[in-house]
C-alpha cells in the first residue's frame, strides 16, 4: 500500500472557548492550531490532507486558502464517526488513512510515523495510540482480554463501572487501511448514550470480522493534549514553546529567558545566534549564525543575515543583511530590503524600500517606496513624502548622497550621487551628481526687532 492520506476532523464549535472564532483557528506560536496539526501530518509522510468543517466551515476555509487541502462539510455534529462518513469520498481503498482531531496542536510527526511503523508492522486493519492516564474519566477506554489482546474501546459515558476504571485511553488517533475504514462505516449506528456515531466502534467491527486490530500505548499523553478552553490553549502553548525553545538549545542557539521567548516551530536559527527576553519569531523568519535577537523584538517572515543585531524592534516581511544593526525601537514593514552593515537607529520605519550597503540611518527618520544607495549618511528626522493623499510614489537617493538632518524629500525625486542637501531642506526637485542642494527660506536677523516694539 503507497501514500497516506491524511483526514482532520475540525466540525466542532468548541464552545467553551467563548469565542467567534472557530475553535482550531485559535493559535499557537502565531499558527492556528489545525496548521499545527496538517504541519505533523504532512512531516509524517502524508501527501494529502482533508479537513471535515462544520461550525462556520467558510471561516476555517478561508483562514486555510494558502494551502493545499480538500474540505467535506458535516452539516451537524452527529458524532466523530459521521463525521468521518461526511469525508467518505476522500477514502481510498488502497491508501492508508490517518484520522485526527484538529485541536491537538501538540501532535509531533515522530509519534506519527512510529504509528504508522507500527501498522505496517501488525498489518493491521486499524491502529490507534492509547495512553496510560491517571484520571480516565471522559476518554474512551480500552478493554483487553486476559492475554493482553485489543478487545473494544468503551466510550466513558457507556462503560459499566468495571470499565471506567481502565486507565489506558484512547487518544484519538488512529490509522486505518482505507478499505477497512470503508467498510467498517457502513456498518456503524448510534446505539449509544449520546446517540452518536462513534468512530471508535469501527475498531470492535473490523476486529469482528477478522482484521487486525490493535492500541500502541505511549507514556507521554501530554502531545494529545485537546484544547478546549483558553485555559488549554495557554497550556498548550508553555508546552510547545518549552519543546521548540529546547531544540533551538540543543542545536548551538542561546536563549537568555526560555521563559519569554516565543519561537514558532517553522523558524530557522543559526549557530551562536543570541535570542534575548521578550522575542518572537514567527512564520517563515531565517536568522543566520552570530546574530543577537532582541529583547522585546517581533520577527515576522523575516529574513536575517549572519551577524545581523535586532533590538527592541517589530519587523515583517523583510531582509537585514550580514553586520547590520536595526533599533532600539525601529519599525521594518513589509518589502523592505536593508543590506550588509547598514546602521537603522532609533524612532526609523522603514517601508517597500532597498538600502544598499554600509548606509547609516540612525534616528528619527521615515523611508516609505525608496531605493536608496551605498553609503548614505541620513541626517536625524529625514522624511520620504511618498503619498499625495491619492497615490505613492518613489525616492530615489544613489550613492554616497549626503542628507542633512530635518530634510523632507518630495516624490517622486532622485538624489544623485555624492550630492549634500543641507539641513532643513525641502526637496521638490531632483539633485544632479555631487551638487549642494539648498532648499529652505534663507535666514534674516532684524536689528532692534524689539526694542522697535
Ligand atoms: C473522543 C473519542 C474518545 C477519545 C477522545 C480523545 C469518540 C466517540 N470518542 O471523545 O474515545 O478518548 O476523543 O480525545 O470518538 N468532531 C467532529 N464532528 C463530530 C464530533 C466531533 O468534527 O460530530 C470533532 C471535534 O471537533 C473534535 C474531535 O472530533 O475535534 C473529538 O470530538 P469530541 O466530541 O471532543 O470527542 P470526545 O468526546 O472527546
Ligand atoms: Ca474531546
Not at 5 to 17: D, N, Q, V
Not at 91 to 99: E, F, G, P, R, Y
Not at 374 to 397: A, Q, S
Request: aromatic share 6%.
Amino acid at each position: 500500500m503507497s501514500g497516506l492520506k491524511t483526514l482532520i476532523l475540525a466540525a466542532g464549535e468548541g464552545s467553551r472557548m467563548k469565542s467567534k472564532l472557530p475553535k482550531v483557528l485559535h493559535k499557537i506560536m502565531g499558527i492556528t492550531m489545525v496548521e499545527h496539526v496538517i504541519d505533523a501530518a504532512k512531516n509524517a509522510g502524508s501527501d494529502e490532507v482533508a479537513v471535515v468543517v462544520g461550525f462556520k466551515g467558510d471561516e476555517v476555509k478561508e483562514a486555510l486558502k494558502d494551502r493545499e487541502l480538500k474540505y467535506y462539510l458535516q452539516k451537524e455534529q452527529l458524532g466523530t464517526g459521521h463525521a468521518v462518513m461526511c469525508a467518505d469520498a476522500f477514502l481510498d481503498d488502497n491508501k492508508d488513512v490517518l484520522i485526527l482531531y484538529g485541536d491537538t496542536p501538540l501532535l509531533t510527526a515522530d509519534t506519527l510515523k512510529k504509528l504508522l511503523d507500527f501498522h505496517k508492522e501488525e498489518n493491521n486493519g486499524v491502529t490507534i495510540i492509547s495512553a496510560i492516564v491517571d484520571d480516565p474519566a471522559g476518554y474512551g477506554h480500552i478493554v483487553r482480554d486476559e492475554k493482553g489482546a485489543f478487545v473494544k474501546n468503551v466510550e466513558h459515558k457507556d462503560a459499566t463501572d468495571e470499565e471506567k476504571l481502565v486507565k489506558e485511553i484512547n487518544t484519538g488517533v488512529y490509522v486505518f487501511k482505507g478499505s477497512s475504514l470503508k467498510k467498517a462505516l457502513k456498518k456503524l449506528n448510534n446505539n449509544n448514550a449520546q446517540g452518536e456515531y462513534y468512530l471508535p466502534d469501527t475498531l470492535e467491527i473490523l476486529l469482528k470480522d477478522g482484521e487486525g486490530v490493535n492500541a500502541m500505548a505511549v507514556n507521554d499523553v501530554s502531545e494529545f493534549y485537546g484544547v478546549n478552553s483558553r485555559v488549554q490553549l495557554a497550556e498548550a502553548s508553555e508546552i510547545m514553546k518549552k519543546r521548540i525553545n529546547r531544540y533551538y538549545m540543543e542545536n548551538g542557539v542561546t536563549i537568555c529567558d526560555p521563559l519569554n521567548t516565543y519561537i514558532a516551530p517553522s523558524v530557522k536559527i543559526g549557530m551562536d545566534t543570541v535570542i534575548y527576553p521578550g522575542t518572537v519569531l514567527e512564520g517563515n523568519t531565517v536568522i543566520g549564525d552570530d546574530c543577537k535577537i532582541g529583547p522585546y523584538t517581533k520577527l515576522v517572515d523575516v529574513s536575517v543575515d549572519d551577524g545581523a543585531e535586532i533590538k527592541f524592534t517589530s519587523a515583517t516581511e523583510a531582509y537585514v543583511g550580514k553586520k547590520t544593526t536595526v533599533g532600539p525601537y525601529a519599525y521594518i514593514r513589509p518589502d523592505s530590503k536593508i543590506g550588509d552593515n547598514v546602521k537603522i537607529g532609533d524612532f526609523v520605519e522603514v517601508k517597500n524600500s532597498v538600502i544598499g550597503n554600509g548606509t547609516k540611518v540612525s534616528h528619527l527618520t521615515y523611508i516609505g517606496d525608496s531605493d536608496v544607495g551605498e553609503r548614505i549618511n541620513f541626517g536625524c528626522g529625514t522624511v520620504t513624502v511618498n503619498y499625495d493623499g491619492k497615490k505613492k510614489f518613489r525616492t530615489t537617493i544613489e550613492d554616497d548622497a549626503f542628507i542633512g538632518c530635518n530634510t523632507n524629500l518630495i516624490a517622486p525625486v532622485t538624489v544623485g550621487k555624492g550630492s549634500y542637501i543641507a539641513a532643513g531642506s525641502t526637496i521638490t526637485k531632483d539633485i544632479p551628481e555631487d551638487e549642494l542642494a539648498v532648499a529652505r527660506a534663507r535666514q534674516q536677523n532684524i536689528k532692534g526687532w524689539k526694542k522697535s516694539k
